[in-house]
């Protein structure tokens, strides 16, 4: 991923978090007790030079390092593949079925979903407008 990639991912990320555009820079360094150059140069696509900051901005906003370096997410656990499975599952209810592909879209959607919680209300709406 360059740096370009990873801002605009990081950017998504953050958003994904409730990180208010304005001020993005300033929220992260107060949240994080870093300095807002750090922020801001992440913002823009950098990555930290200290690993243990690099966890830290992490574990606070819940991503997978390997996902902000490298722009491919880290496996997902059997927890994640069960909800994703689950979510999928009451989306396919809403209808007669689901072929394969489709079923495996929603799994896919769900795991790559940065805020778990809306996810069900999205696809419950996006059910609802398919059955027009």
Not at 30 to 55: F, H, M, Q, V
Not at 94 to 117: C, H, P, R, T, Y
Request: glycine residues 6%; proline residues 3%.
């Amino acid at each position: 991923m360059n740096k370009e990639e990873r801002a605009e991912w990081l950017k998504k990320t953050l958003s994904g978090a409730d990180v208010p555009m304005y001020g993005r820079a300033s929220t992260v360094a107060k949240e994080l007790n870093c300095a807002k150059a750090a922020a801001t140069g992440w913002l823009n696509g950098s990555l930290p030079r200290d690993i243990e900051l690099a966890y830290r901005v992490c574990e606070y906003y819940k991503f997978d390092l390997r996902e902000w370096v490298y722009g491919i997410p880290a496996k997902a656990d059997h927890d994640e593949w069960g909800r994703a499975i689950s979510i999928a599952r009451a989306f396919e209810s809403n209808f007669e079925s689901l072929d394969d592909d489709q079923f495996f879209m929603i799994v896919k959607l769900a795991l790559k979903s940065q805020n778990k919680g809306q996810l069900p209300e999205l696809l419950e709406e996006l059910g609802s407008i398919i059955k027009k």
